[in-house]
């Protein structure tokens, strides 16, 4: 076993690792229910519209974007939290995609396989493995499990060739066995969320933590990723120092114990269910942050989430505001021909 837990998996009792293991399998349970209804649904993706000169600036402002935001892997910090928006980009070039691999969705792979050999995978590795799902716009293509399947183990497989050489290790059977059973990030936030468990058997809940539930999109004291009731901040402070993050659902757990764990699993599991049956670009558009996010808000919390949806409301708003100028003024300019 990697990671921190390897550390300190003794600190815990066996009543900690069994109520940590029961209430996982039933926040997964709870998943699978909610979202059983439209497995078998066909989903659409209404292309976003950008004009090629505009589309070809995204791959670079991604880059940008993600080399100043991502501090821990390009150990740059200028006090911009721009990773948000390296998300944002990367969702807006593969919902403009018009072939499968344009010139913008191969500059995009190249920045994204640079991003994820610096040491930043969590929004990467499924940008990256989403431009081999998405077909060319006006060609409907159905996607089978035995088609993912292998892009999921080949881009398994590369993080694991990643992991070795930032590790100095030599990728060969062995490494990879021992990636497998104990990936480095997943024991982590298991980590975290064996010590919200500790604390609710030992002290109950705590229903402040839902200060940073509400108010998650505002940074601040009540609200944000480095506020004190961020739950991975709390639990470091009140039971264990931790690497940060935890498992998403630790959070309705430690707020009102296993029926706002159960809460949170739903609502999380209805929203996307609500997004997955939408036909209009702006759920296109947060389906596909829905996917580029999964692994950061399944590791680290739905309030990762909160601001870039911000920037996709605002963003579609300012779309079709210039959309209603631009045929103001071209409607204006037919008219003044006319007379």
Known sequence: MRGVLNVFYDYFDGETKSFAFYTSCLAYLVTFITLYSIRNKEWRMIRIDIPFKYKMLLPFLYLISAVIGYT???????????????????????TSKDKKFELTS???????????LSGERVDALLALILHFLIGERNNTRKVSLWKVIPIVIGMFLFAIFIDAQRAGQAFNFPFVVSSLISQQTAVDVCYVYLTGVDYFIA???????????????????YGGVLSDYNYSIFLSKNVMTNPGGGLYYTEGLLIAGIPGLIFIV?????????VYKRRTQI????????????????????????KILLLIFFTSLLRKMLIKIYKKKTLHGISRLEN
């Open 72 to 94: 821990r892997a390009f150990n740059i910090d200028v006090g911009i939290q721009s990773g948000i928006f390296a998300i944002l980009f990367s969702v807006l070039i593969l």
């Open 106 to 116: 191969i500059l995009h792979i190249l920045f994204l396989i640079f991003v994820i």
């Open 203 to 221: 002290k109950g809940t705590n229903s402040a933590l839902m200060f940073n539930t509400v108010f998650g999109a505002l940074p601040g004291k």
């Open 266 to 274: 739903f609502v999380w599991s209805l929203f996307i269910k609500f």
């Open 283 to 306: 759920f296109t558009l947060i389906f596909i942050l829905i996917v580029v996010m999964q692994l950061r808000v399944q590791w680290y919390g739905v309030i990762y989430i909160y």
